[in-house]
């Protein structure tokens, strides 16, 4: 879509002058080392504010985008105190009624948040403008009433003015964000503290979370190209589902990893995946930071038995699972003929249909099939494990629709 091209971001509607007092507020530039970036510009026309009441409207709720916490951002032990997050996220489907989600999961002290807004509606948290949320906690703001159009870049804005860290972030985010102080406007590509959207939807199904690592969070893509698989993915479905992307980059099945892989899938299921609103589909691509991470995974069998008490774990919910595949990365530094050994083992039990409802072979998508323990170059970022734009385009293309449109039950607290 040419939306999904466009580096721009789409700031929907303007509130009167109160929230333009607040926009000014929210644009005044931190990160030692980061060039201060104007932002977009933004309509200045007044809006009727919040016409109808977020109650009345009708659909379920759905999400809309996730970021899936990764851990305590280093440096950020006293918070962002006087700063202002402006996150811009990418939506999956639209509505006319959002909702956010705010996460302190890895603080140790109170979050305070004195104001809010969704592409510059003033978001409330139980009728008032401000909120503190418990270290380790999260809170979900009132229903605002803003036009949320799907497939395009959505800004969510908010102020922490006291300290209070260190700050629950996402990195690596491949699309391009703000922070903002005294001195003004600095990019970013980390999120902080969002970790949902959400929005009110007549036609949408539910959503499919992409429970994955940083094949499904995307590296190796170009940032604000919105080119992640989830992202092609939830073109395909044009509006039938929200897609809500799950990756963390260095993410296992069953252990942490070095660097920035976050709490295991098996850890974060409950979180990441069952609480999502409206979830109904579950596409897991787990698996090779296992075989290939230290502390190297040996045993494919263990590997397997902790993707099927995944599913397991979703057919409690009433979910249908989708299970992708293992990519191959011959040619990346820690690529061995024994951990190439365990990864086709692992892929043999999947295809074989005793791990999943159903399997997507991101494998026989990307692979060269003169070398098939290659990615294909054509689809290579250059580091033999990732992919560019045009493989993530592979993957979102392989997956089967009507795999991920199998009628369960949804569980009934997600709608």
């Known amino acids: 879509m040419p939306r999904r091209q466009g580096y721009a971001l789409l700031i929907a509607l303007v509130a009167g002058t109160a929230v333009l007092a607040a926009a000014v507020a929210f644009g005044t530039t931190l990160l030692s080392g980061s060039r201060?970036?104007?932002?977009?510009?933004?309509?200045?026309?007044?809006?009727a504010r919040n016409p109808v009441d977020p109650a009345a409207s009708g659909g379920s709720w759905v999400a809309t985008w996730t970021a899936a916490p990764v851990r305590a951002e280093?440096?950020?032990?006293?918070?962002?105190?006087?700063?202002?997050?402006?996150?811009?996220?990418?939506?999956?489907?639209?509505?006319?009624?959002?909702?956010?989600?705010?996460s302190n999961l890895f603080g140790t002290a109170p979050l305070v948040v004195d104001?809010?807004?969704?592409?510059?509606?003033p978001v409330t948290f139980g009728g008032a403008a401000a909120v503190t949320v418990a270290a380790g906690g999260r809170v979900i703001s009132d229903p605002v009433v803003v036009p949320v159009a799907p497939d395009s870049d959505l800004q969510v804005s908010f102020r922490t003015?006291?300290?209070?860290?260190?700050v629950t972030y996402h990195p690596s985010s491949h699309q391009t964000s703000y922070l903002i102080d005294e001195r003004g406007t600095w990019s970013t590509t980390h999120w902080r503290y969002l970790t949902?959207?959400?929005?009110?939807?007549?036609r949408a199904l539910g959503a499919i979370v992409a429970l994955g690592d940083s094949l499904t969070a995307g590296s190796g893509s170009t940032t604000d190209a919105n080119a992640r698989w989830p992202d092609v993915l939830a073109d395909r479905l044009g509006g039938r589902y929200g897609v809500a992307n799950a990756g963390i980059s260095g993410n296992r099945v069953l252990g942490i990893g070095r660097g920035t892989g976050g709490p295991s899938g098996t850890d974060r299921f409950d979180r990441d995946v069952l609480s999502v609103a409206g979830v109904r589909t579950v596409v897991v691509a787990l698996?090779?930071?296992?075989?290939?991470?230290?502390?190297?995974e040996t045993d494919p069998q263990r590997l397997v038995d902790g993707l099927r008490a995944l599913t397991d774990r979703a057919h409690a919910r009433g979910l249908t699972v989708v299970g992708a595949t293992l990519t191959p990365f011959e040619g990346f530094a820690t690529w061995t003929p024994q951990r190439e050994a365990v990864r086709r083992a692992v892929n043999e039990q999947i295809r074989a249909g005793t791990v999943f409802d159903a399997y997507v072979d991101f494998d026989a998508a990307v692979r060269d099939p003169a070398a098939p323990t290659r990615i294909l170059a054509s689809y290579d970022s250059g580091d033999h494990l990732h992919l560019n734009d045009v493989g993530y385009r592979a993957l979102g293309d392989r997956v089967d629709l009507t795999s991920v449109d199998r009628a369960r039950t949804p569980r009934a607290d997600a709608l």
């Open 36 to 47: 201060p970036t104007p932002l977009p510009p933004t309509e200045t026309q007044a809006a």
């Open 74 to 102: 280093p440096g950020t032990e006293n918070g962002l105190p006087g700063r202002t997050i402006r996150n811009v996220v990418h939506t999956s489907i639209g509505g006319n009624v959002a909702r956010i989600t705010l």
């Open 115 to 121: 104001q809010a807004a969704v592409n510059t509606r």
């Open 161 to 166: 003015p006291q300290a209070g860290g260190p």
């Open 196 to 202: 949902a959207v959400d929005v009110r939807n007549e």
């Open 287 to 296: 698996g090779v930071n296992d075989v290939q991470q230290r502390p190297q």
